[in-house]
């Protein structure tokens, strides 16, 4: 749910990075963190087991100018991927005003892929949040990897439905289109914000980064 | 422009007037109770209002964590079969800090140091936190009615600026 704060002048959004375990979405947050300015971060914070899968979620708040006269901030957050979490998952997905999902473009996740894809669905209409209305943008991480799967297939799976949502092929360790991804679902949610209504966003087109 | 609309996916419209109010509330509780630092907190992780030492003040870090902490402990208490979640108490050698439900939407976060005592801070909480619901509650039921986005957000009302997105460096 996006706060507006007239008294300080700031506007907050809530943008929930979620997917298929180990499918990069805190790699996503930490490389934002890593080449953003200084000056529109504050730090990461990691909420993990002591080897390094998310427990709870990664949250990771940056700010802009990009709303005329307010301070714009968009409070990136991670979801736990293991399936044992979906609690927590839907916990976190709570008041988002819209999400990535992260897929796995290697071939013998895409079973995991959908798993994850389905639940997120399902957590969201858990939530009151119908995903039909809500910003959404598919990246599917990991392209660098040997023989991932054609980005065709990955279509069929998850981007069939009869809402088709912009698709980045993304490489989170080096940084390919991890800020593409983010902008682009800046905008939608922005879009959908100016408009006042939730489905009168237009979806933006994946750009490079 | 002073209006609160709450609903998932939708917008919190916080006039700035309804701001000053809760922040005199929590004024007058930091003032009160001797707490260093209160804020209210909304769901989602957004600091609504505070007052008190604003060395403890962050980018928002401390309040997700704080929204997240309470609603994974409201969870767990709702599955051990207690649905009258009354808030959590971290009391630390240093530092203390406790969460308290406001609405089911909002919650009240205090924190405090020896020789402040939990009990007075409990007592002082319970008055802000009939205030501050006071306040929600006396906005007009049709500013708090679930809209795609508050009263006074219309198209135009906020032009954006896609080429101020974020770049990395």
Redesign the interface.
């Known amino acids: ?8 002048r700031e ?2 959004f ?1 943008l929930v990075y979620c997917g298929t375990p180990m499918g990069g979405k805190t790699t996503n947050l930490s490389y ?1 963190h890593s ?3 200084a000056d ?4 990461l ?1 990691a ?1 993990a087991t002591a080897n390094d899968r998310t427990l ?2 990664d ?1 990771l ?8 006269g ?1 301070k ?2 968009f ?1 990136l ?1 991670t979801v736990p991927g293991q399936v044992c979490y979906n ?2 998952r839907q ?2 997905l ?4 819209g999400v990535v999902f992260v897929a796995d473009s290697q071939l013998d996740r895409m079973g995991e892929n959908l798993t994850a894809w389905q639940g997120m669905q399902r957590n969201l209409e858990d ?3 119908p995903f039909a ?2 910003p959404a943008i598919l990246q599917f991480n990991k392209r660098d990897l040997a023989n991932p799967a054609p980005v065709s297939y990955m279509e069929y799976l998850l981007n069939a439905g009869p809402r088709r949502l912009p698709v980045f092929e993304a490489a989170a360790t080096t ?1 390919h289109n ?2 593409a991804t ?2 682009a679902l ?2 939608e949610v ?1 879009q959908r ?6 489905r009168a966003a237009t979806a933006p087109q994946p750009a490079s ?1 | 422009m002073d209006s609160l609309t709450t609903h998932s996916g939708c917008v919190l419209h916080l006039g700035a007037s309804l701001t000053q109010q809760f922040r005199q509330i929590l004024v007058r509780f930091c003032h009160d109770s001797e707490v260093r630092y209160a804020a209210l907190l909304e769901e989602s992780g957004t600091v609504c209002a505070d007052a008190g030492d604003p060395a403890l003040r962050d980018a928002g870090e401390t309040a997700a964590l704080a929204a997240g902490a309470f609603a994974a402990l409201q969870a767990v208490a709702q599955r051990l079969g207690d649905g009258t979640f009354e808030g959590l108490f971290h009391e630390g050698k240093k530092r203390q800090f406790c969460l308290t439900p406001v609405t089911p939407q909002f919650m009240l976060l205090s924190v405090f140091e020896p020789p402040v005592r939990f009990a007075v801070v409990k007592v002082c909480a319970a008055r802000a936190i009939t205030h501050l619901q006071e306040q929600i509650e006396t906005m007009p039921v049709s500013s708090r009615a679930m809209t795609p986005a508050g009263p006074g957000v219309a198209a135009g009302d906020f032009s954006f600026e896609a080429a101020a997105l974020f770049r990395q460096v």
């Not at chain 1, 749910?1 to 300080?8: E, K, P, Q």
């Not at chain 1, 529109?40 to 730090?43: L, S, T, V």
């Not at chain 1, 914000?193 to 939730?198: A, E, T, V």
């Open positions: 749910m996006a706060v507006i704060n007239h008294d300080t506007v907050s809530k934002i080449r953003i300015g529109q971060r504050g730090d914070v909420l709870f979620f949250f708040p940056v700010h802009t100018m990009v709303i005329n307010y714009t901030k409070l957050y609690a927590t916990m976190v709570r008041g988002a005003d939530n009151g949040t209305s809500l940084g991890v800020f983010l902008n800046a905008q922005l914000f100016h408009h006042g209504n939730p980064a």
